[in-house]
């Protein structure tokens, strides 16, 4: 079992930046990779970012790329998500999953955290 707590949401204006944090416990040991999803109100979930575990490679989706930064932290059990340039289109919980092998399938959720951005 994997358990991910996201902190770091809030409100800020457009254009401002955000932190989010996604601490991960229990087997981290077994992770393969970590992405951040987001959903907005009245929409499905949509990814956002990865990044391995243990080889740092990291991918986007095309709507934050040059604005969103994944980073991990193995030492901490913690993998971030630099939020900058933010638009009101950003609007949206964000939540954090782990992925323990490679698939099409993300085995563990956090609970997420609000991100709202206003024009």
């Known amino acids: 079992q994997v358990q991910l707590v996201e902190s770091g949401g809030g409100l800020v204006q457009a254009g401002g930046s955000l932190r989010l944090s996604c601490a991960a416990s229990?087997?981290?040991?077994?992770?393969?990779?970590m992405g951040w999803f987001r959903q907005a109100p009245g929409k499905g979930h949509e990814f956002v970012a990865a990044?391995?575990?243990?080889?740092?490679?990291?991918t986007y989706a095309d709507p934050v790329k040059s604005r969103f930064t994944i980073s991990r932290d193995n030492a901490k059990n913690t993998v971030y998500l630099q939020l900058n340039s933010l638009k009101p289109g950003d609007t949206a919980v964000y939540y954090c999953?782990?992925?323990?092998?490679?698939?099409?399938?993300?085995?563990?959720w956090g609970q997420g955290t609000q991100v709202t951005v206003s024009s």
């Open positions: 999953a782990a992925q323990m092998s490679a698939s099409d399938s993300w085995d563990y």
């Open positions: 229990g087997r981290t040991f077994s992770i393969y990779l």
């Open positions: 990044v391995g575990w243990s080889g740092g490679d990291t």
